[in-house]
């Protein structure tokens, strides 16, 4: 069974663009969460999608948004980047009936200069 | 709201030795999971055991083991026989789950503990 992909694996932006990044869940999840992880703040909730609905949210600005697709892919969109979004960005999917799974992606190094 | 603390920023072992990473935990969810994931250099997390709130045994994978003390509300990883690949920062984690067992994808995680294995 093929993991959680993330694409790109790495992006360089400046400050003031915007950037999507993707997030493929493995086969048959129905919920993508989304992290962001810097040496400062740690590892932070963004936001859940399950069965294309936003389940769950992080307290970040309205900058960033995100949305799933009928095949459970996800997307999430960062507007008006600014040097602090600079960070990794994990994508998790799990089956969401079952307890135990939370799989990880690769993540993409997003660098905002 | 949900809290995790890890207090060990770094832990040393020798290989082939046993080591305990510890966390501790904080929620008002009669029902949740806890999580323990490892992080090495290159970023991946990678899933490493769970256990339930409401599992009476304490969950093991290979050489993991969970240490769960529900009054204590402490979920320490034990790590068995260490590996010079097992060097690497490890996180807890949990999240909320429902009476009937559905999980929700938001975990909250620790600030992670920076694992060291001498040869």
């Known amino acids: 069974k093929a993991g959680v992909t993330q694409t790109p694996r790495y992006l360089i932006k400046t400050r003031g663009q915007q950037v999507t990044l993707s997030c493929s869940p493995i086969?048959?999840?129905?919920?993508v969460s989304w992290y962001q992880q810097t040496p400062g703040q740690g590892l932070q909730f963004l936001f859940e999608y399950f069965s294309e609905t936003q389940r769950n949210k992080g307290n970040f600005p309205g900058r960033f948004s995100g949305r799933q697709f009928s095949n459970s892919r996800s997307e999430m969109n960062v507007s008006t980047l600014e040097l602090g979004d600079s960070a990794l960005y994990l994508c998790a999917s799990s089956s969401a009936g079952g307890r135990d799974e939370q799989y990880f992606g690769p993540g993409t190094r997003l660098t905002v200069t | 709201a949900q809290k995790i603390t890890q207090t060990q920023p770094g832990m040393f072992v020798q290989e082939k030795e046993a080591v305990t990473l510890d966390c501790t935990y904080d929620?008002?969810?009669?029902?949740?999971?806890l999580f323990w994931y490892k992080q090495p250099s290159s970023g991946e997390m990678i899933f490493l055991i769970y256990?339930?709130?409401?599992?009476?045994q304490n969950a093991t994978e290979g050489r993991y083991s969970l240490n769960f003390q529900k009054a204590r509300k402490s979920a320490n990883l034990v790590i068995s026989a260490s590996q010079l690949g097992d060097s690497a920062m490890y996180f807890c984690a949990m999240r909320p789950e429902n009476a009937g067992g559905t999980s929700y994808g938001k975990l909250t995680f620790g600030q992670g503990t920076i694992l060291t294995v001498h040869p």
């Open positions: 929620t008002s969810d009669q029902s949740y999971g």
């Open positions: 256990q339930g709130s409401y599992d009476e």
């Open positions: 086969s048959g999840h129905r919920s």
